[in-house]
């Protein structure tokens, strides 16, 4: 039986290769649907469950969250791609990658069966290091998802064959992205690399970084920002506006938003607290910034009844935004060394001063990582979903803390960027100066085509 | 479930009791690799036996079975001994009657020329094979047109000084031709690009009277690695068939190549193995283009998960094989599974395939009910005849394990043979460099059917074999036989007896062999 078309997947295949994908497959008297035709059910699972290993699993600091987070997106993407007519593969648009496996035309695939093929791949693999209780949460996840979403695949239209080979195509494609993956610099940063650089000593100096109260704690990733991103040519692509001089005097700029910090974080009302908390997602604690934007995004695809191809141009958008987000935010950050607020009050204000809310993070203030990711994040949804588009986040349900309903993607990113300087661990202009360097990212981001011309 | 018409052979393993022992070690760049090769050096018409050990000195093993009777394996000092192997292919190089080898290694490649009565002496040198640090994971040979020497092709993996950092940096293989004297190779010429390939073949897929060169690649997907297959014409470098030249791109994690007429059609299908589902490939309409479809499933060989055992995760398949194990006049297919090391979304418990051809050209996988189900990680593998009985017995090298040997009973038990089907094995001799007339295409006529096998060096993986070619019989008590030469004509039709040996001999027509 023929799948029953929707009028939205038609808008999809008739531009260049009219209805032919509803064809019968000429090898295995099997009725071929496009990835269109199916729900987004697996990709809600396979998210969903990254945002728990992200959490559990050691050394996903925000920046390395981001990044598994982005290499997930695109191998969803290019692993569902070939079922999706009018659309193309990324390779040749994202450094250094300038192919991917490809299916054979004459081959028909099974598209969630590639695809929960090619997220368990991934997942195992970007998640390595993971506890054996969540790397058998991704081996059960595998096996129960046919099971799940039995509408999406129905094993009477799908043969073994094709099951076989989908399964293949899946593998290949996470074990392609990977290879390319682990030449980017970030690779296993986890461990090996963060060890590797812990001998880095920051530059010194009026106004330069320095390891910050209460932990001293060891710069964090401070090469981040030399890793090759997935669109930007390279950490420095999107700059952010220089931040003010560094001065200690009562009437500069720099001094003024520094008694910003000193007073608003210790005079902040009960909802300023409330929003420090709600973005701070932690590592170790939450699904980090990416991972917050990216579960908010999740539950929208569901609540969309989206289908497989739009959740997967959805999230390797997004995510690779995030991604390249924190490249360029680290890339600042170390290129700049800007004192943190904690380090300068103490200086300058008052010598007993520390944020009460969060403890300051181990690398350098500006721009503000949360500021640069949310930004990004916010205009590439805008884009995807619709500047105006409400949404209920429910990523802290579990704290207490939401659901919460947010008017559109801008509030939050606003909400986001700011709640830092409540915080106690921004100046203002970090928060302000990330936003255009997020912006940037995902205008560059938003700009790569996705539709073959 | 089991054709009924299906005669599975049951195989002993006799690898303690042989004597051989050898272990295929190291680490990383000794993941791959791990191969096997047979020849006779010293004329019994038994096949010696060389064994790759990576980091461990490769042995040499005197073949001292007697015929029809359980395996023996002498060790015995040859010249072969070498660390750091990880793959070997017989050939005579410089067609003077005595078999040399070629040793593929991490490092530099060795070259040894036979002596007679299997002494060997290393002849780098002597042929100006180049010193390359490099991995070298893939061999093949063909002899050009008009050349006494044949060309080499040999395969790398990945760049040795960036053991950090093994991705993105698969090195160019190369050619190997002879200089103008004939006697030595000329300046290596680079098959670049290259993406780690891990199996050649030289194999003449159109049947042009030209072979081309197959390559089976693992890796660079992301730098436009896949499948090759270069054109390597006489006087000419050798160039990739394209997509203009009908040749579809295919990505696999190729590590192994078999290549057999199967179908019986007069050109041979291709094999590759890979991780998860296997590649079955045959020619696509017009023989003329290298375009090529996947009948894998088709034909009950993707053999992509294991079949015994309870792991359900995807096979990791190596060295594969077309040959006939229950002489019933149809190629089966071997396999050798092993996990690359520990990757945790591919089986750990992966037992090597015997898949029996079944009269609808359809193959059933006997590997537990034929005894050769091995779970040790599996890399290069033979199935050779090695007590001279017409059954193909079976030699499997394991990473960080020990190598297995298995005798092929028949269709006896315990350590008793019976036949289960009647056979011939015969070699070619042609006068001229290439004496083993490699390239040379055999047709056995069954009555109902023609079995059609071409004369190949490389393949498989990391493991080569010269000698007897064999072919089952099934019930018939002769059959006839023909060669088409290489680049030259076919002789006329010989009737042969079933269950003997025999030499085709050029010049001097058919020869009946008797063991001394």
Partial sequence: ?453 | MDSPSLVIPHFVEETDAAGLQSRFEGQDEFAVGGGVATFDCDGDGLPEVYVTGGVNKAKFYRNKSSRGGPIKLEEQRSGLEVTNATGAYPIDIDGDGNVDLVVLRVGEIEVFRGLGQCKFERANAKWNIPATNLWHTAFSATWEKGQSMPTLAFGTYYDRTRSDFPWGTCTPGMLLRPDSTNMRYATPEPLAPGYCALSMLFSDWSRSGQASLRVANDREYYKGGQEQLWSVAPGEPAKQYTLDDGWKRLQVWGMGIASHDVDGDGYPEVFITSMADNKFQKLEGNPSRPTYIDQAYKRGITAHRPYVGGDIHPSTAWHAQFADVNNDGRFDLFVVKGNVSSMPDFAMLDPNNLLLQEPDGRFTEVGQQAGIASFKRGRGGMLVDLNGDGLLDMLVVNRQDKAQLWRNLGAGAGDKTVPIGHWIQLRLLQIGGNRDAIGAWVEVDLGDRVLREELTIGGGHASGKLGWMHFGLGALKNAKVRVQWPHGDWSEWHIVEADSFYIVNQENGLQQWRAP
């Fill in chain 1, 1 to 453: 039986m023929k799948t029953r078309v929707t009028a939205f997947i038609l808008a999809w295949l008739f531009p260049i290769f009219g209805n032919a994908w509803a064809d019968v497959s000429p090898d295995a008297n099997v009725v071929v649907r496009p990835t269109t035709a199916f729900s987004s059910g697996v990709v809600y699972d396979w998210f969903y469950l990254s945002f728990q290993l992200i959490q559990q699993t050691p050394g996903f600091s925000p920046p390395v969250a981001a990044r598994a987070l982005g290499y997930m997106g695109l191998t969803l993407y290019e692993s569902v791609v070939p079922g999706m007519p009018g659309y193309q593969s990324l390779a040749g648009q994202l450094n250094d990658l300038s192919s991917l496996p490809w299916a054979q035309p004459n081959e028909p695939l099974h598209w969630p069966t590639v695809a929960n093929a090619s997220m368990a791949t991934m997942t195992r693999m970007m998640f390595s290091n993971a506890s054996a209780e969540n790397k058998a949460r991704i081996d059960l996840l595998e096996r129960s998802l046919p099971l799940k979403y039995p509408q999406d695949f129905d094993p009477n239209t799908v043969t073994a064959d094709i099951t076989n080979r989908s399964e293949t195509f899946g593998k290949l494609m996470a074990m392609a992205i990977m290879t390319w993956a682990r030449t980017d610099g970030g690779h296993e940063a986890w461990g090996p690399i963060r060890r590797s650089q812990e001998n880095y000593v920051p530059p010194s100096g009026p106004g330069k970084w320095s390891a910050t109260p209460p932990a001293f704690a060891v710069p964090l990733l401070p090469y981040w920002g030399r890793n090759r991103p997935f669109v930007l040519s390279s950490g420095s692509d999107c700059p952010a506006p220089p931040p003010p001089s560094y001065s200690e005097e009562v009437n500069s700029d720099f001094y003024k938003n520094g008694i910003e910090v000193y007073r608003i974080s210790n005079a902040a009302t009960q909802e300023q607290r409330q929003f420090a908390l709600y973005w701070a997602d932690d590592a170790g604690k939450t699904p980090t910034p990416a991972g917050h934007w990216a579960y908010l995004t999740n539950d929208l695809l569901r609540s969309q009844k989206a289908n497989l191809g739009t959740a997967a141009i959805t999230f390797a958008r997004l995510n690779m935004a995030m991604s390249d987000s924190f490249i360029a935010a680290w890339n600042t950050k170390y290129s700049l060394n800007v004192i943190r607020p904690v380090t300068y009050v103490q200086l300058v204000i008052d010598s007993n001063w520390v944020p009460t809310l969060i403890p300051t993070p181990p690398f350098p203030d500006y721009p503000s990582g949360h500021s640069v990711q949310s930004s990004a994040a916010s205009e590439v949804l805008g884009s995807s979903f619709g500047a105006n588009t409400p949404f209920v986040d429910n990523t802290h349900n579990d704290r207490g803390w939401g659901p919460r309903t947010f008017k559109n993607f801008k509030v939050a990113a606003d909400e986001a960027a700011i709640s830092r300087l409540y915080a106690g661990i921004h100046y203002r202009f970090a928060s302000d100066g990330g936003k255009p360097q997020g912006q940037c990212v995902a205008q560059k981001v938003m700009a790569l085509q996705f539709k073959a011309k």
